[in-house]
C-alpha cells in the first residue's frame, strides 16, 4: 500500500475574528489562520492539496502569531526541491481564492475539483465574496481540470471525499500515512472544531460547525464524518501545522 509524507507549508494569512471558523462560538477575538499549501511526499507523482495566495503578507507580526514561516509559493516549493511547473497533480478542497491562487503557474499539473465548485467560482452567491474566477480560467481554459461529481481515489493511498460543509463542493482529502489515514478537511476549520472545549461538549455537540456554512446542521454532520474516519485530523487553518515540517512527526 502506498504511503505518504504530508507537509503543510504556510502560503498566507488572514486577520478576522475568531467566530469565522468556529459557529456560534468565541466571538469577538482577533484570530490569525495559516493558509497551508500541502505537499504530499510519496509516490510517482508531485502531488499538492491548494496552492495558497498569490502573494502572501510576509510579516514578523504574522508569523509570530501563526509560529511558523510564511513562504511564496515558489520559496515553499523549493523547501522541497520542486518548482511550479514540477507539480504533476493539485488535489481541491475547494475554490475560495485562498486555495487556488497559484494553479495557473502549474502548467502541467491534472488538477481536481467538485463540480459545484466550478459552478460557483463562475456564478457565485452574491453573499460568497471568497470565489473569484480569474484564479481557475486559465487553467480551465488549458484543459488541466478534472471535474468530480463525488468521492474519487486521485492516485493508490489518496482519496477524496465529498463533505458539503463551509462550501457546496468541499472535498475532504484523505491520505494513507504510515500512521493511519489523515485527514485534510474539506472545510475551513482549526482544532477546536474537530475537539471542542468542555463547554461545548457539555451542549452535547461532538463538533463545531465551521463559522461560514453553507448549511449548519449538513455542516455539523459532514465534520462528524471526517472526524470519525481519519487516525490523523488536519483542519484547514490549524495554527500549529505552521511548525510541523513532516505528518506524520
Request: net charge negative; aromatic share 8%.
Amino acid at each position: 500500500m502506498a504511503t505518504f509524507k504530508i507537509h503543510p507549508i504556510v502560503m498566507g494569512t488572514k486577520i478576522f475574528d475568531h467566530g469565522m471558523m468556529t459557529y456560534q462560538h468565541a466571538y469577538g477575538k482577533p484570530y490569525t489562520i495559516p493558509i497551508y499549501c500541502w505537499y504530499l511526499e510519496g509516490g510517482d507523482k508531485k502531488i499538492l492539496v491548494d496552492s495558497g495566495e498569490m502573494q502572501p503578507i510576509i510579516s514578523p507580526e504574522r508569523e509570530a502569531a501563526i509560529g511558523g514561516k510564511i513562504y511564496t509559493f515558489e520559496d515553499g516549493l523549493a523547501k522541497y526541491g520542486l518548482k511550479p511547473e514540477d507539480i504533476d497533480i493539485i488535489v481541491h478542497t475547494h475554490l475560495h481564492n485562498d486555495h487556488c491562487e497559484n494553479d495557473y503557474k502549474c502548467v502541467n499539473a491534472r488538477i481536481y475539483v467538485h463540480e459545484a465548485e466550478l459552478k460557483h467560482i463562475h456564478d457565485p452567491h452574491p453573499l460568497d465574496y471568497r470565489y473569484l474566477e480569474d484564479y481557475i480560467l486559465d487553467v480551465e481554459e488549458n484543459g488541466q481540470l478534472e471535474v468530480l461529481t463525488g468521492d474519487t481515489e486521485v492516485v493508490p493511498g489518496v482519496r477524496m471525499m465529498h463533505t458539503p460543509a463551509h462550501t457546496e463542493g468541499g472535498m475532504t482529502v484523505l491520505v494513507d500515512t504510515e500512521k493511519g489515514v489523515a485527514a485534510i478537511t474539506g472545510f475551513c476549520v482549526i482544532m477546536e472544531n474537530l475537539t471542542p472545549p468542555k463547554e461545548v461538549k457539555a451542549m452535547e455537540m461532538e463538533v463545531i460547525p465551521c463559522g461560514t456554512v453553507v448549511n449548519s446542521y449538513q455542516a455539523y454532520d459532514n465534520i462528524l464524518k471526517v472526524k470519525q474516519a481519519a487516525d490523523i485530523l488536519l483542519p484547514l487553518h490549524e495554527p500549529r501545522f505552521a511548525a510541523t515540517p513532516t505528518i506524520p512527526e
